[in-house]
């Protein structure tokens, strides 16, 4: 059963500083690792995808990268922005339909 | 940008009552899903639904619960005789492809159950 862990479970950085978020997953029989934002109270926005065959995928200041062996994947965040703070959730695939998600990190971006 | 919409986006209601939660995927997917996330846990799966069936179902989508797909946009899903422990916020989701697609969630349907 995929079990999905995402460290640091907060942070808080100042505003122009990159950082890196963690998401661990326990089988590396993973097909999809998808990564969304979610704002308090709100839905998850989807922000990349990343398939078996891939191992990052890039969308602005955004870069996520997968790494089965692993089981692990990071999303890279350049120069973040006071808009950035939201959790950041990580949910992993087995090419089934039942996405697994990790708990979050909650990310504070200081002005 | 087309998105995912659900409604209500609160809804009250008293245990042993019947609720129907109602979503509009986008209109090209074919796969639609129920997710619930309940105050402070993760967000779990709940059911798959493809080709007008269940695709794939969770421990938690016993006989309580329901889905349909009762014309070509909406897909609901109705919990038949609501418990304490089913109030969360209930997300919609739908992808073009299934297990191979990226996933869009609406912006969910908070239930309180009293």
């Known amino acids: 059963k995929q079990e999905v862990t995402q460290i640091p479970a907060a942070l808080s950085v100042p505003e122009g500083e990159n950082l890196v978020l963690n998401c661990s997953f326990t089988?590396?029989?993973?097909?999809?690792l998808q990564w969304f934002r979610q704002d308090p109270g709100k839905g998850l926005t989807s922000l990349l995808l990343i398939q078996s065959s891939q191992r990052e995928q890039t969308s602005g200041r955004l870069n996520a990268s997968l790494d089965k062996s692993s089981g692990r994947s990071t999303l890279y965040i350049a120069a973040s922005q006071p808009g950035d703070s939201a959790t950041y959730l990580c949910?992993?695939?087995?090419?089934?339909?039942?996405?697994?998600f990790g708990a979050g990190t909650r990310l504070t971006v200081k002005p | 940008e087309p998105e995912v919409t659900q409604t209500p986006s609160h809804q009250v209601t008293q245990m042993g009552q019947e609720v129907i939660l109602r979503c509009v995927p986008i209109?090209?997917?074919?796969?639609f899903y129920w997710y619930r996330q309940i105050l402070g846990q993760k967000v779990e799966f709940l059911v798959s639904?493809?080709?007008?069936?269940?695709?794939?179902k969770s421990e938690i989508f016993d006989d309580q619960f329901s889905v349909e797909r009762p014309d070509g946009s909406n897909f609901t899903l109705k919990i038949r005789s609501t418990k304490l422990e089913d109030s969360a916020m209930y997300f919609c989701a739908s992808s073009e492809s299934g297990g191979l697609g990226e996933l869009f969630f609406g912006e969910g349907s908070r239930l309180t159950v009293l």
């Open positions: 089988d590396s029989a993973i097909y999809n």
């Open positions: 209109s090209n997917h074919l796969y």
């Open positions: 639904f493809y080709n007008n069936e269940i695709s794939e």
């Open positions: 949910a992993g695939g087995p090419g089934g339909n039942d996405m697994r």
